[in-house]
């Protein structure tokens, strides 16, 4: 299954799935589906990130048939125990979509674990250096003496309240994604606002891509 790209890109991205459904004494207990990025054999870089995801979507389904499984079995019990209706768990990793621009490639993926109607959310971006399957910070993406400032006074913007100690960690928990408009920060909620909030950034980018070091 082909994922849909948010910017055609030269990379073919298409998508790693693994679905299963869990069942107790024949009860359905939990159902997980985990769609994360597939990438050609196309060089050393490409193959590096291919093995990455790999492996991470390895540990997700070790997580759902390990520690997962064994809590919703273990709610499934106590809500027949108790002589009320039991609601399956379910988890889902979904793979939103990418982005390629400078020689980097742009993955963003989000995590839902519904835990009986306690939800658990979570969203998460990867940057990656096509040439050599290394990671890219945002950081890099900017000229080294103001990089750190411009991505600080962006999260700054509406949450002038907060100290430079809190902006520095919202920077170091937000998860990055390119997209049309340049860099976007996705910061965790409850670290600039309630709920989750979306920075975007103007990228300097160029022909020669980002720097090696932030």
């Given at each position: ?15 790693r799935r693994f679905a299963r459904a869990y ?19 196309q060089g050393r870089g490409i193959r590096r ?97 103001i990089g750190r400032r411009l991505l600080l ?62």
């Open positions: 299954m082909s994922v849909q790209p948010i910017h055609p890109a030269p990379t073919p991205v298409r998508s069942r107790k004494e024949g009860q359905p207990v939990l159902s997980v589906c985990c769609v994360l990025p597939a990438l050609p054999s990130i291919d093995r990455w995801y790999e492996r991470l979507s390895a540990l997700w389904r070790a997580r759902w048939s390990g520690p997962l499984l064994e809590a919703a079995g273990a709610a499934a019990d106590q809500a027949r125990d108790e002589g009320r209706p039991f609601r399956p768990w379910s988890a889902q990793i979904s793979l939103l979509g990418h982005w390629e621009a400078d020689g980097i490639l742009s993955l963003t993926w989000t995590v839902v674990e519904d835990r009986g109607g306690s939800v658990h959310t979570g969203r998460f971006g990867d940057l990656w250096r096509l040439s050599d399957g290394s990671t890219v910070s945002p950081l890099q993406l900017f000229p080294r003496k006074e962006a999260l700054r913007d509406g949450a002038e309240e907060l100290s430079p100690a809190a902006l520095r960690r919202a920077l170091r928990e937000s998860q990055p994604s390119l997209g049309p408009e340049g860099l976007m920060l996705w910061v965790p909620a409850g670290l600039l606002a309630p709920g989750p909030v979306l920075r975007t950034i103007p990228l300097p980018l160029n022909g020669e891509g980002p720097s090696s070091s932030g």
